[in-house]
T-cell receptor
């Protein structure tokens, strides 16, 4: 099956620093990638949708200047949490949809971010 | 706006028994996809089963089957012969048809399933 690699799996950083999370589709091209955030024992909340070569579409309430998303190629999307604060600590999950296959979505293994 | 509701925060089942997880959704679309995802303690999202709304036949995958009631906007998951490895958080999800930014997956709040030996 299709594989989505998300890196790093966990990261600890100091307040005020920036953290970049990568999401790669290893064996397929992904025209669309999604970024989710999950708090403990809660559901996945969609943050933004990124399409290759264009600006990301952010969900209401998500600060685009704080959560920078780049989808520079058909196999890579990155989420950068800028000037991180303790309230940004969360589990971040990416997912990728193969080009031309609208009903399938593959998930990365997630990144646990802890901001001290 | 589309919404997905799971009214059972937690469920418990005896090993080898059958359990049904409930899900309702709201949409004005006529064609869409519905999913059940499993999230074990590793937190990796695993697709359990998928249903296309235009198909009247309920989807099945081995021990997992759904009861899709389109008019009632209900999409329940039945797990037969429950196994210890089925213990996980289960999320119901909805996705409209089409591609791009509009084709996003909307999740319910989840049901935590415990399997008792």
């Amino acid at each position: 099956g299709a594989v989505v690699s998300q890196h790093p799996s966990w990261v600890i950083c100091k307040s005020g620093t920036s953290v970049k999370i990568e999401c790669r589709s290893l064996d397929f091209q992904a025209t669309t990638m999604f970024w989710y955030r999950q708090f403990p024992k809660q559901s996945l909340m969609l943050m933004a949708t990124s399409n290759e070569g264009s600006k990301a579409t952010y969900e209401q309430g998500v600060e685009k200047d704080k959560f920078l998303i780049n989808h520079a190629s058909l196999t890579l999307s990155t989420l950068t949490v800028t000037s991180a604060h303790p309230e940004d600590s969360s589990f971040y999950i990416c997912s990728a949809r193969p080009a031309g296959v609208e009903e399938k979505l593959f998930f990365g293994s997630g990144t646990q971010l802890s901001v001290l | 706006a589309q919404t997905v509701t799971q009214s059972q925060p937690e469920m418990s089942v005896q090993e080898a028994e059958t359990v049904t997880l409930s899900c309702t959704y709201d949409t004005s679309e006529s064609d869409y996809y519905l999913f059940w995802y499993k999230q074990p303690p590793s937190r990796q999202m695993i697709l359990v089963i998928r249903q296309e709304a235009y198909k009247q036949q309920n989807a099945t995958e081995n021990r997992f089957s759904v009861n899709f009631q389109k008019a009632a906007k209900s999409f329940s998951l039945k797990i037969s012969d429950s196994q210890l490895g089925d213990a996980a958080m289960y999320f119901c999800a909805y996705s409209p048809l089409g591609s791009g930014a509009t084709n996003k997956l909307i999740f319910g709040t989840g049901t935590l399933l415990a399997v008792q030996p």
